[in-house]
T-cell receptor, first 111, second 116 residues
Framework: GQSLEQPSEVTAVEGAIVQINCTYQ??????LSWYQQHDGGAPTFLSY????GLEETGRFSSFLSRSDSYGYLLLQELQMKDSASYFC????????????FGKGTTLSVSS | DAGVIQSPRHEVTEMGQEVTLRCKPI?????LFWYRQTMMRGLELLIY????????DSGMPEDRFSAKMPNASFSTLKIQPSEPRDSAVYFC??????????????FGPGTRLTVL
């Protein structure tokens, strides 16, 4: 079967650093993506890892360890506007473009 | 670029009625996806097309659901007859399908469907 596990909720305060973990078990693996979704909005692409290591995009970074079937999204200098749901998604094979999404992690940032 | 366009944005209908959701993908994208999102089940892939051809429809719940993509710039998702359990937000997404970021999906604003 295919499964992605991520925490359902995370809370933090402004200015803090938060790490959202994602572990996956899929029949194939080509890469790991992260998407952000604000309440009432559509998912939007944040980052992508195909190789092991850290990818940095401004305040957000994403990490992948293929041997551990594990990745995380790191959000630094948290702002209130970062309150949203964050989804990890696996690209199961190189040929296709379909994604398998996790259930999402709801991040609440307070002042 | 206008992004992925979906219509209607909201739809309220009665059980048994036919519902048609529409999607216009980003120009030049050759993969199109239909998702359903609910609190209980999260974001579920219903079907996806590549170059207008359905590739995987294993997520379509049952025969009441059907999807078409008659050309590269238009797709429909139809539910007939609709049931209250179909109430959800339906997203359409598209991706380039080629290049370094071929898998990055761009989502439309969604259609919030309520079946009474």
């Amino acid at each position: 079967g295919q499964s992605l596990e991520q925490p359902s909720e995370v809370t933090a305060v402004e200015g803090a650093i938060v790490q959202i973990n994602c572990t996956y078990q899929t029949s194939g693996f080509y890469g790991l993506s992260w998407y952000q979704q604000h309440d009432g909005g559509a998912p939007t692409f944040l980052s992508y890892n195909a190789l092991d290591g850290l990818e940095e995009t401004g305040r957000f970074s994403s990490f992948l360890s293929r041997s551990d079937s594990y990745g995380y999204l790191l959000l630094q200098e948290l702002q209130m506007k970062d309150s949203a749901s964050y989804f990890c998604a696996v690209i199961p094979n190189q040929a296709g473009t379909a994604l398998i999404f996790g259930k999402g992690t709801t991040l609440s940032v307070s002042s | 670029d206008a992004g992925v366009i979906q219509s209607p944005r909201h739809e309220v209908t009665e059980m048994g009625q036919e519902v048609t959701l529409r999607c216009k993908p980003i120009s030049g994208h050759n993969s199109l996806f239909w998702y359903r999102q609910t609190m209980m089940r999260g974001l579920e892939l219903l079907i996806y097309f590549n170059n207008n051809v359905p590739i995987d429809d294993s997520g379509m719940p049952e025969d009441r659901f059907s999807a078409k993509m008659p050309n590269a710039s238009f797709s429909t998702l139809k539910i007939q007859p609709s049931e209250p359990r179909d109430s959800a937000v339906y997203f359409c997404a598209s991706s380039m399908g080629t290049g370094v970021r071929k898998d990055t999906q761009y989502f439309g604003p969604g259609t919030r469907l309520t079946v009474l």
